[in-house]
């Protein structure tokens, strides 16, 4: 009986060994089948991309702040301001907080630097008319 473990406990390593041998050769021949490919298109040029500029703007709430204080036609300018900015990708993403903090909201503006994205914010009409600020 125990040269039956024996046996079966020997039996069960090099299968799992010769598995393990038979997956590495699998790997080696697929990068043998690959590299030649890469290297055929070498001559190609490498595609290009291109990368902007990003900067993460908070809007501030004044220390007095209420929503209720804020007119109507005010907050309206705003979202068009907000949706102006994302359809022309002057903006990537916009979004509020809706907690109680002094942050109102974010905006992840594509810009060639931090007063051009100072700048695109500071038109926002929250920001003009409402006492609200910003932080790039």
């Known amino acids: 009986m125990i040269h039956m473990r024996g ?3 020997r039996s069960v390593r090099p299968a799992s060994c010769w598995a393990k041998l038979i997956a590495a050769a699998a790997i080696l021949c697929s990068l043998a089948v690959v590299a030649p490919a890469r290297s055929a298109r070498s001559g190609d040029q ?8 990003f900067y993460l703007c908070l809007l ?3 220390a007095n ?5 804020v007119p109507h036609e005010v907050l309206q300018n705003h ?17 509020r907080f809706g907690d109680d903090t002094r942050i109102a909201g974010v905006f992840v503006v594509n ?18 008319t409402a006492g609200f600020s910003v932080e790039v």
């Open 111 to 128: 810009a060639s630097s931090s007063e051009k994205a100072r700048a695109l914010e500071d038109a926002d009409p929250l920001v003009k």
């Open 60 to 62: 501030i709430k004044p």
């Open 79 to 95: 979202f068009k301001h907000v949706q102006t900015l994302i359809a022309s990708g002057k903006a990537i993403i916009a979004g």
């Open 46 to 53: 490498e595609p290009k991309y291109e990368m902007g500029t």
């Open 7 to 9: 046996v079966g406990h």
């Open 65 to 69: 702040f209420a929503v209720d204080r």
